[in-house]
């Protein structure tokens, strides 16, 4: 088994079938309205029946933003004595105030999130007697532990006589976007950071699970609150805390927190295919850190394919990270003098019977930190070079599915084979060996997950360079470091990673 550099420890991974979890049986395909963000929200007109002041709670609810804007509510009680917000900064806040107004509960998301971030769900408990809170966001703790506010106070859910969901109070700050499988049980704390917990909400595939028709599955009883079923009686609640009347008109949404994420992947054909950027990545800078994910899927084995380069001006590659004629994996970068600072392999080799590959990897120089991990499982050899300076990251030009020759010219060492969701990030560094952090990349299941439409997903900034998207125009780079010219023809490849 091997052993990470610096705080990244070899973990085993077991695989089932094709390598990911099996099907959940408990997985059901789940309904999800629109809020129009300018009349849509529903309202209950009335306490909702059996609620009664507590210091205890637990939400769950899907998401699917449709605008970058913030001050969106999403459920709020008469007097925002408890509400639940997209807040300032694009963070997911739940607040709980008591009767006189002071803050019991607040939970706060580390993560931000807009109209690029895809289906969430978002899972939330809190115990305020014993100072116990849990925000989760897709499966992955998000709680950030230097705003949450536990204290043993509670929350006034009696304050004035109505409930909104999809606004804040009487219909103000609208919610645009989609709802689904909205739980609300203010009489009960499940701790979520037990993992069969959360499976009560969440399948470990990231997909919604089945919780009876009053939502009663998670715990036995039937919250306040359970939104659920087709569009037209989904304002009705199928908990136990009464209808609520719809305002404007709630329509299906597109698409459902049911359906899998799925990724387009390229065909690089080895002879003609690769990208150049024609000039230097805009906005590079040189550090001592940097970030890589990308999908592939070998054509050929035992021939050197370079994956990422950068070309000095006087000709040749500068720094690159390429699979060997080895089958391993290798990281060469460079400072501004050409001197190797980083050389590390991978353990274990990448070959085209393994199909579908998920390359991820960070370095910190200045830590003296590498993690190289394959498909899951940490996999990095020891650095054969590891200085602490800085890469130069601000070379002449930069080439994906490619190297350039001693003289300068490019196309060689060509890729051949399947690429999807390339992310290169110079200057942020994220911790692999914190599974949360590679949840940001790769599902629990092994699939891709949504890096958002240009990347900035995993760390609230647009990488250098994100190629996603359809085949057509996935050269021009969604990231931040400006486009690529193709030369020769990318094609579709025969299948994706996310199959």
């Not at 701790?191 to 969440?202: A, G, H, Q, Y």
């Not at 049911?258 to 024609?278: K, M, Q």
């Amino acid at each position: 088994m091997p052993i990470g550099i610096g705080l990244g420890v070899g973990l085993p991974f077991i695989p089932l079938g094709d390598g990911a979890p099996p099907p959940d049986p408990d997985e059901v395909v789940v309904n999800a309205v629109e809020f129009d963000g300018v009349n849509d929200y529903i309202n209950r007109a009335a306490d909702l029946t059996g609620i009664a002041d507590s210091k205890v709670g637990t939400l769950s609810f899907w998401l699917k933003l449709n605008t970058a804007s913030t001050g969106l509510g999403i459920l709020t009680n008469d007097f925002s004595r408890f509400r639940v917000t997209l807040a300032a900064g694009n963070i997911i806040r739940v607040q709980g105030l008591d009767s006189v107004a002071a803050t019991a509960l607040l939970l706060e998301s580390l993560s931000t999130y807009d109209n690029t971030s895809g289906w969430l769900q978002v899972l939330a408990s809190w115990d305020l007697a014993n100072a116990k809170g849990h925000l989760y966001i897709n499966d992955i703790n998000d709680l950030d532990t230097g705003t949450d506010v536990l204290n043993d106070l509670e929350i006034e859910h009696t304050a004035g006589a109505d409930f909104f969901v999809g606004s804040a109070t009487a219909g103000a700050s609208k919610l645009d976007g989609c709802l689904a499988q909205v739980y609300f049980n203010p009489d009960e704390y499940i701790d979520l950071s037990v993992e069969s917990n959360r499976r009560k909400f969440i399948s470990v595939n990231g997909l919604p699970v089945d919780m009876e028709s009053d939502g009663s599955s998670p715990t036995g009883t039937e919250p306040i609150v359970f939104l659920d079923g087709d569009t037209a009686s989904w304002h009705t609640n199928l908990g136990s805390g009464g209808g609520f009347t719809e305002v404007g008109a709630l329509t299906t949404c597109a698409d459902s927190a049911s359906d899998p994420f799925s990724v387009n992947a390229v065909n690089f054909d080895g002879t003609n295919d690769y990208l150049s950027r024609g000039g230097g990545l805009t906005g590079a800078a040189d550090s001592k850190t940097g970030i890589l994910s990308v999908w592939v899927k070998r054509g050929v084995d035992s021939v050197t394919h370079t994956l990422w380069s950068l070309r000095v001006a006087a000709g040749g590659e500068a720094s690159f990270i390429s699979l060997l004629s080895t089958n391993t994996l290798f990281l060469l970068m460079r400072n501004t003098s050409n001197v190797n600072i980083l050389n590390v392999k991978s353990v274990g080799s990448i070959v085209a019977a393994d199909g579908w590959t998920h390359i991820l990897v960070s370095w910190d120089l200045g830590g003296s930190v590498v993690h190289i991990y394959i498909d899951d499982m940490e996999d990095a050899d020891t650095p054969a070079t590891l200085l602490d300076q800085n890469i130069d990251y601000t070379r002449e030009d930069a080439g994906i599915g490619h190297d350039w020759s001693a003289g300068g010219a490019a196309g060689t060492n060509k890729m051949n084979g399947d690429v999807a969701e390339f992310y290169f990030q110079d200057g942020e560094f994220l911790d692999f060996s914190v599974e949360a952090n590679r949840r940001k990349f790769i599902g629990a299941d092994g699939k891709p997950v949504e890096l958002g439409s240009d990347g900035s997903n995993p760390t609230g900034t647009a990488p250098l360079i994100f190629l996603s998207g359809a085949t057509v125009d996935w050269h021009t780079n969604k990231g931040s470091g400006g486009g690529f010219t193709e030369t020769g023809a990318l094609t579709d490849a025969s299948s994706s990673p996310s199959d």
